[in-house]
C-alpha cells in the first residue's frame, strides 16, 4: 500500500511531466490507429475512383500527422524518463532509509541474503515495471480499445469476431496466471536462499575450511542450485506458454477475418476500403492485444517484487523515535531500570521485573551464568529493545521519549561482535567524527592496546580492512572496537564481555583502563569472569532473568551466596600471561564431588596429573560420537555444548565457562562422547586422560566409587 501511494504521490508531484506523457501517448495511440483506418478513404475514395487531388490530401494529412506522432514519442520518452526515474530515485531512498531505522528483531526476521535479493533483482524488476512494463502496458490497452472501436465503426460483425478472439487471447494466459505467480515466488526464494548460502559460505570460508566442512557446504550448494534448476525451468515453460498461446490464437483469427470479409465483400455487404483498413487495423489490434499478453509475465513477475519490497517498507521499527523525542543532556546522571520485565517474543520472558540504579560516573559489572539476562539488560540500556513492563530510564526520563540521536551520541555499546567495515583503519575509528585529530586517535588506540599493533601494520592507520575486519584476530577487532568507541567520548559506555576475546595480558590492560575511566564516564560490563568484576563499584548478579544480589565485591563474597558460588568456581587455578600454562591447585579440586575429602597431599599429587590444553574458536575440545578418554576443566574461555537434534540439526544445548567440568565418564570406560563441545573463543582448559586417572584411583580407590555413584545417579 505504501509503495502503491509512493507512486501516485510521485506522479502527482510531477504532475506537468504526468500530463505532457499521457497527452504524448493519447497522440501516438490515435496516430497508429488513425494511419490504417486511412487506406478506407485510400482506396475507396481515390484509388478506386482514381482521384488524384483526394490521394494527396489525405497523403498531406498522413505526413502532418506523422510528424506530430514522432514529435509526441520523443516528448513521452522524455517524460516518462523523469517520471520513472524519479519514482526508482525516491523508492530506493526510502528503501535504504527505512532499513536504517529498523530494530533488532527486524534484522533477525529478514536474512542477509533475502534483504540484499529485495535491493538487488527486486529492486531491477520494480525499476522494470516503472520504466516499461506499466507504460507499455497503458499505451497497449489504449492502443487496443481505440483499435477497437474503429473497427466497429468499420464493420461491426468483423469487429465482433476479432473481439472475440482478442478477448481469448488475453484470457488464456490468465488462466495460467496464478501457476507464473508461484513459479516466480518459488524460484526467488530458491535465489534468496542460495544467495545465504553463497554468503555464509565466503563470510565463514575460515571455520569451514579448518572445520573441513566443505563437503557439507558443497552438498548444500548442490542441492540449492538442483532447486534452481528445477523452478528455473518450471518457471522458463510456464512464461513460455502463456506466450506461445495467444500466438496461436492470432494466426488462427487472421484466416478467419479473411474468409469472413470476403463473403461479406461478395455480398456487397462493405467495401473493398473498409476490408483494407479493417484488415490493416485488424493487424495492429492484435498486435497490441499479443504485446499485452507479452507484458503480462512481466508485469506479474515485478508484480511480486512489488509485494516484496512493500513488505518490507510496511514493516514499522519495535523500538520508535517518540513523535515529540527530548534532548539527552551532555552530564548524563543516572541510568535506571525501573521494575523492568522484557522477553524477545510474546511468549518467552527473559528480565522479569529487574530494577538497578547506576549512579553517575560509577562503574557497574553484570555478571551470573550464562544466559542469565546480563547481555538483555545492557541492550535495553542502550534501547535496542524496549522492556514489555517498566522503564528504562535515563536522568529520570523514559528512553522511550528520547531522541536516537541524543541517545547515541551519548551511550555507547561494545558488544563481543565487532564489525569493521571495509574501508582504512582510520575511517573505521573516526566513523562520522570527521574533526577528530591523528593525536586523539593515537590517545584512543593506546588506552584501547590497539595503536603499537596499528604501527606495525605496513600503512599504519590507514591500512585497508578487509572482509569486515575477518583477517584480523577476535582480540585486535575488539580492541578496535573499543577505540572507537573511546572516540565518541561516550557518558555511558556500555560493555559485553569485551574481554573475553583477549589473553590474560591484554585483559588485564583493558581492566586497567577501565578503572582509569571510572568517574568521566559511566561504565556497565557484563562479564563472566569474575576478576573483572570485582573491581567495579557496584556487582549485579543475574540469575534466570531476575537480579538476585547487588553490592560490591567484599559485600557479596561476606554474603557467601550466588557471586561467593560463582567465585570460588573460577578461583584456585594459576594460568600465564599468554594463556598457555595452567595449572589447577589440589584446594580447588576438591570442589568436584569424586576428589572431595582427600589429604590435601593426595589432592596436590592428583593436580600434577592436569596437561594444559588450548582451544581456538571454532575448534572442537570432544566431537559427539567419538570415544573419549578425557576429562576437562575449563581454566578460561566459553565453550558451546552442541547436540545433533533430529529435525533442527546440531544446536546448542548448553554455555560452559570458566571453572566448568565436562567428560567425566570417560575416565571410567569407552562410551561414545554424547555431545560435541566447542570453543567460542580462544580457551584454555586442563585435561586429564584415563591412564593417569587409573594409576590415581588405584591408590585412591574411593575416587572411583564416588563417580561411578554420582554418575549412576545422572543416568
Ligand atoms: N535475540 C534473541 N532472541 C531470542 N532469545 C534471545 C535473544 N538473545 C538472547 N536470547 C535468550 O535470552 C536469554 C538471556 O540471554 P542473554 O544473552 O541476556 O544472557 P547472558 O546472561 O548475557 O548470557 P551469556 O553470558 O551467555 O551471553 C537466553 O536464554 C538467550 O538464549
Redo the contacts with the bound molecule.
Sequence with gaps: MQLTTMILSQLWKHKLWTVLFLLALVLEVAYAVAAPYSLKFIMDEALIPRNMEVFLLILGILLIGGTISVVANLLGDYSLGILSGNTIRTLRAKLFSHLQKQS?PFF?QYRIGDLTTRFSSDMSSIEGLVRLTSPSLLKESFSVVLGLTALFLLEWRLALALLAASLLMMLAPKLLQKRAEAATIAYRDAQAGFSNTVDEMIKGHRTIKGLHQQERFTTRGGSDIKGLFTLGFRLHMTSSLMERIPLAIMLLTNGGLIGLGGYLIFREMMSIGDFMAFFTLSLTVAQGGANLSYLIPDFIDSGVSFRRVGEVLEVEPTVPEAGNAKTLQQEVGTFRLNQVTFG??DT?T?LRNVSLDIPSGSYVAFV??????????LQLLARFYDPREGAVMADNLDLRTISEVSLRRYVTLVTQETFLFNTTIRDNLVLDQSGLTDEELRVAAEKAKIHAVIERWPDGYDTKVHHEGGTLSGGERQRLAIARALLRKPRLLLLD?VTSALDPATEADINKLLLELRGAHTLVS?T?RLDSAAQADLIFV?DQ?VVVESGSHPELMERGGVYRGLWDKQHGFRLSEDGRHAAVQGERLSKLAFFSGLESDALEEIAAHFATETFKAGEDVVTEGEEGDKFYIIVRGRFEVRKEIEGQGEITVA?LQDGDHFGEIALLRDIPRTATVRASASGTVLSMNRESFLGITARYPQIRSVLEQSLLERS
Design positions: 533488532l533477525q524477545y517474543s518467552t527473559q551470573g551464568s550464562s544466559g542469565s539476562g546480563k547481555s538483555t539488560a564481555e557484563v563472566h543475574f532473568g554455555v
